[in-house]
Structures are given as structure tokens and as C-alpha cells.
């Protein structure tokens, strides 16, 4: 009997992220009824997680040979799939039991769509907005400068639609942390961006997507909870100007030409203010945090248990 082609190709970009590496493998594939073909994408770790995941779950391992970014190791994961899906996921994702599966079924509802993305909840069981609106360029401004003092401001509720109860539609944008993409959109599109080295990159993403005519579905039928920054946390400073500078290149990307020079020179001067404000201030830095409980909807109808791995891999790591 010939078995079934794989459907789904995991990408996984590896940084010093221990062993939920090799948690969100095995999480992964017991979400799914399907086989899964896992790639990792090693972007410069020195703590043995990524040669782990190829000698003991079979994972492909890519070196990229130095940390060139989020976005350019995912393409390089990418790179040469056949499979018609990618599922694109940060190490410090758990999925949820039947998440992997729930997201190819609402994509099989949506034949336009190119980006299909979780429900996320944070390791201490809050609602994460992964589904937003794309920013204007007041509302984007507002989100910055009130957020982090202010995350109930309206605001911030609108762009990260967070007055609205999950449901599967459309949306501007999906977190980057767990996105499935349909392979032929994602290579019409050049993948992502290998300009930013992180953060943003999951924005501009989706919005070329839908400017080529495809669409961004949130799937809130999949769950998965994301630990955190696990490894972005090792070098906070860092992360905290790549935000900074990836916030600039997206809008200047987007207000191009002499006439629009002085508004350029604004956002620079803010986001320049706001990441030495960052620097000083650890709440700044975090910005506007979730604060919505997951509803008990979600709690009881969608498997909220994620899946964990079994024996010596089933706890984080602080490598």
C-alpha cells in the first residue's frame, strides 16, 4: 500500500531554545493525524537542542551558519518543500491535542486562504491577540506610545481586536509565532521579508499576501499555548532595537518619496525615543501585554490540555 503523501512541512527556527525544541516537535505531531516532515532551521545555537531533534525525532537540521533572522531562516526551511502546506513555528510553541488538524480543516473551508493562524494563549493562560487589524498609521502610533501604560486604550483594543470573542474569519495580520501557509502563496510572494531580522516580519508577510489576492484566516478552532520569549529573552537589549528598527522599515516601507521625507524623519525620532525609553524601563520594553482570561468557551471546547512529550523532554530549559 503506498502511504499517503505528507501534507505539511514544520519549519522551525532554532536558537539556543533547549528543549522545547524538542517539545514542540512532539507536541506537533500529536496534534496532527498526519505525518508531518519537520525541518530545522539552526540559526547559530551552541546548546546541542537542534543535532538532538535530527538524531532522536528525525528532524531535517539546516545551518544557516550565524543568525541571520527569523524570517530569512524560515525561507531556508521553505526552501524546496513540496509539500502544499508549511507550518512556520517558533521551539517555544505547545500545541494544543488536534491543533495542527483544526488548521488545515479551516483552511480547507477558505480555498483563498494563504496564512491560517491559532488561537494562543500565553503560558499563564491568557487570550494572546495573535489576529490584528493592520496599523494605520495613528492607530500603530497610539499602540506605541499607550500600550505598555495603557493596554485597555481603544486604540490598542481595535488594532488587536481584542473586544471581539475569537472566531474563524478574515484577518489583517497573524502572529508569526505559529502560521500555516499555503506553499504556493507563500513562494508568489518571495517568503518573507529577509530584510527584517526580527519582528514585523509576519505583518508584511500578510499584507503582500492579501495585496496579491490571498487571504489571512484566524483558525481559533486550533489552540496552542506559546511559553514565551524564551530565547529573544538571552538578549533583550538586542531584541528590543531589532522591534524598534523592523516598526521603522515597515512603515517607512510604506510612506516612500521626498514627499513623505518629513514624516520618515518623525517616526524616526519617535521610535528612537521610545527605544531609549525601552532601555530604562523593563515595561516599556515588554509593551501592551494580553489581559484578557481565556473564556470558558475556549477552555472547554478546544482541547485546552496541550500535549506533552513524554520521558526526559518535557520540561522547558533555561539554555
Known sequence: MTPEPVAVRLVLVAYNSGDLLAQCITSARASSARALEVVVVDNGSDDGA?????????????RSGANVGYGAAANLGAAGATTPWLLVA???VVF?????DALLATAARWPRAAAVGPLILTDTGLLYPSARELPSLVR?????????WWPANRWTAAYRREREDPSEG???WLSG???????????SVQ?????????????????????AGWLCVYAPDGVVTHIGAHSTSQESTAMAAAHHASAYRYLAGRYRGPVNAPLRGGLRLGLGARYQLSRLSPK?????QPTRAASQRVETSRSAAPVRPQGGDAGPSGG
Open 170 to 172: 478574515t484577518t489583517g
Open 191 to 211: 517568503g518573507f521579508d529577509p530584510g527584517y531580522f526580527m519582528y514585523f516580519e509576519d505583518l508584511d508577510l500578510c499584507e503582500r499576501l492579501t495585496a
Open 140 to 148: 500603530g502610533a497610539m499602540h506605541a506610545g499607550l500600550g505598555w
Open 177 to 187: 509565532s505559529v502560521m500555516l501557509l499555503r506553499r504556493e502563496a507563500f513562494d
Open 284 to 288: 516599556v520594553s515588554a509593551g501592551a
Open 90 to 92: 517558533n521551539p517555544d
Open 96 to 100: 494544543h491535542a488536534g491543533a495542527v
Open 50 to 62: 537542534p543535532e538532538h531533534a535530527e538524531a532522536a525525532l528525525g528532524a531535517r537540521l539546516v
